[in-house]
């Protein structure tokens, strides 16, 4: 009992990053309708193929509905046949009067749960009216999945799983560098090298976190964005914010004379971190980027994060930043032995 109320919380961050990984990469992806054809119809009657993905079609009661006008239109459709679990050929009686020429397609299983392809049909040769409201008697009741799933969103698929492991990143960067800076300001207050000693460790694990998150970026661009890197706000800062902190590795290197060093490189740590912030928080939100959240994006609680995915998502945030704790003070301490080594030799 004494041995984890003194470990307790090494213990916490490694089986908190166990756990995520773990579910990160066991946990189904949600059904969701990836295609719908043909893209463009008229008026009158129309027989769309809907192709899903993760889908039972076969299997159950599954409605179909084109809608639009944030689902104040819903128009139903019948099912003509279930080629296989992932499509099936619905029938759609299109009126002539539409609030919207863009039509999004719902799926309704009660197993596989509601999903929605945005934008699906688009038609044709039909009267907008706005305010048209609903064109059936019959409306849809939402299901969720009947099992623990992770959201469905096009483009990301299954790499919506990198959310774990890229965001958490930089989540613990952050909190590597916070508590870097905290210690040069430290050192600055009462000048002990303790400090200053620990702040350089804050930024070696804030780095290697930053590195990760870099490459588990450039990865996920590529499945998602189609290139290894794109000329992003979020991406360019990121990398330009590790290029800052690795100039105070430089900086440390150049300096001989330990007081003389220690007070310059905390000054520029109070920089450095400033200017993480600026690069990976404030220039995204105010240009445009790609990122969710930023230039006029969804953020992620709103477009990724679902309550299952929080399940996942904020344990391995509080699981890699209490691992950054532990090689911070496994690297402090062994820091500190050299320091008295080196000096009582």
């Given amino acids: 009992m004494s041995t984890f109320k003194k470990y307790w919380w090494k213990l916490s961050g490694a089986g908190l990053v166990a756990f995520s990984v773990v579910m990160s990469f066991i946990t189904p992806l949600s059904p ?3 295609e719908v054809s043909p893209a463009s119809i008229a008026a009158g009657p129309a027989t769309l193929t809907v192709k899903g993905y993760h889908t039972n079609f076969s299997t159950g009661t599954n409605s179909f509905w084109l809608t639009a006008n944030g689902r104040k239109f819903q128009l139903q459709g019948k099912v003509i046949s279930v080629n296989s679990p992932g499509e099936a050929t619905v029938a759609f009686n299109i009126p002539a009067e539409l609030p919207a020429n863009d039509l999004d397609l719902v799926s309704d299983h009660p197993g596989d749960g509601t999903s929605v392809l945005r934008s699906a049909v688009f038609v044709k040769d039909v009267k907008v009216t ?20 992770f959201p469905f969103k096009t483009i990301l698929y299954e790499t919506i799983r990198n959310l774990n492991f890229h965001v958490t990143m930089w989540f613990a960067l952050l909190f590597c560098m916070l508590a870097s800076v905290i210690k040069s300001i430290a050192y600055l207050s009462k000048g002990n090298l303790k400090s200053d000693r620990e702040a350089l460790e804050g930024v070696n694990v804030g780095l290697l976190f930053g590195i990760l998150g870099l490459i588990t970026g450039s990865i996920w661009a590529r499945f998602t964005w189609g290139a290894w890197w794109v000329n992003d706000t979020k991406l360019n800062g990121a990398a330009i914010s590790v290029l800052i902190y690795l100039a105070y590795l430089l900086l440390r290197n150049s300096i001989g004379e330990e007081q003389k060093r220690a007070r310059i490189v905390a000054v520029y740590n109070i920089f450095a971190f400033v200017m993480l912030i600026v690069f990976i928080q404030v220039l995204p939100r105010m240009t445009d980027s790609l990122h969710p959240g930023n230039g006029g994006n969804p953020a992620f609680s709103q477009y990724d994060l679902d309550n299952n995915m929080r399940m996942i998502f904020y344990p391995a945030v509080l699981g890699w930043m209490l691992i950054g704790a532990w090689i911070i003070n496994l690297r402090s301490r062994w820091s500190h032995l050299n320091h008295r080594i080196h000096h009582h030799a």
């Fill in 32 to 34: 969701g309708i990836t």
């Fill in 130 to 149: 706005p305010g048209l409201a609903n064109a059936s008697g019959t409306e849809i009741t939402d299901h969720q999945p009947s099992h623990f799933t």
